[in-house]
């Protein structure tokens, strides 16, 4: 070969390889930390939507997902992320009270008339103020996702609210959630997710409260016996990102993580209810009771809490009224 044509096939191979390398540069992977194992229905969710964005940003912005409160536990997770340790975190809307005020809405007992309700709020404009309400903060939420009604569970039955007299209740840390338990004269103990099991097992707490599948699949059904069906709360998860990952993606996969977290969050609605069938068959089979109880008792003893409300923090009432208008 002519030594000018081995110069040129060199030179083409150099900008091959280059443009290869700069290519492989393009790739931008971004970590996603939450709190419950691979087989709870937001594992799979958010598997969706990493599936989704890799397809559609053809490999450029994939996302590697961290179970297990691997990367912490969500308070953790969210620090991370505001300090650029982290990309995305997903956090209960509760613990998300203490970063952003507005997410309060959720937490409060009895607000939603029913699920469609719930889901109309997410919906609506409040709900997305509320997603975007943390920018100043370093992220904002992408979507929620459904996580059904919270109700107690302990171990002994708990028929009315006052059975929840004295009891050492854990409650996600948020300042709404342990203002609910007091106003039903329990003790809160604000816990990480995390450290339940244990804390049930060992009797550090006597009650806890939650949606089924994550009372089963965290394992607390092994230890805890009475599930009361009261649905005090329906409190969703939230996706979150931090404002410097999602600046750095171009305009084009920024809509693309935004359209496949909604999607995903949409598909989390199908899963959701299915997982609630599968998993209180199998709490039953543990030999979980399922308690029925007169909801209204439930609803007229935290009444007051809007009651002080409304006169102590007129400025959030004011939220609560927006809440219960959305159709
Ligand atoms: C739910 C929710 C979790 C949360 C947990 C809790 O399971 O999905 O995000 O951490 O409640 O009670 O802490």
Known sequence: MQNSKRQILSLATGVMLVLGASQACAVTTLKLSHNQSRSHAVHQAMTQ??????????????IRIYSDSQLGNQRESIELMQNGALDIAKS??????????????????Y????????????????GKEILNSSQNMGFIGLTYYDAGARSFYAKKPIRTPEDLKGLKIRVQPSPSAIALVKGLAGNPTPLAYGELYTALQQGVVDAAENNIPSFTLSRHSEVTKFFSLDEHTMIPDVLLISNNSLNKLTTEQQAIVKKAALNSSKYMIQLWEKSEKEERAKAEKQGVEFIHVDKT?????????????????PELFEMVKRVRKVE
């Open 111 to 126: 607000l939603f008339r029913d699920k469609t309700h719930y889901q109309q709020v997410m919906n609506s404009d409040i």
């Open 49 to 62: 939507f990493a599936d989704e964005v890799k397809e559609k940003t053809n490999g450029e912005v994939r």
């Open 297 to 313: 008792l439930f609803q007229n003893a935290v009444n007051p809490m809007y009651d002080k409300m409304a006169e102590t923090h």
């Open 92 to 109: 209960n809307a509760a613990e998300l009270e203490a970063f952003s005020p507005a997410y309060f809405i959720f937490n409060l007992p």
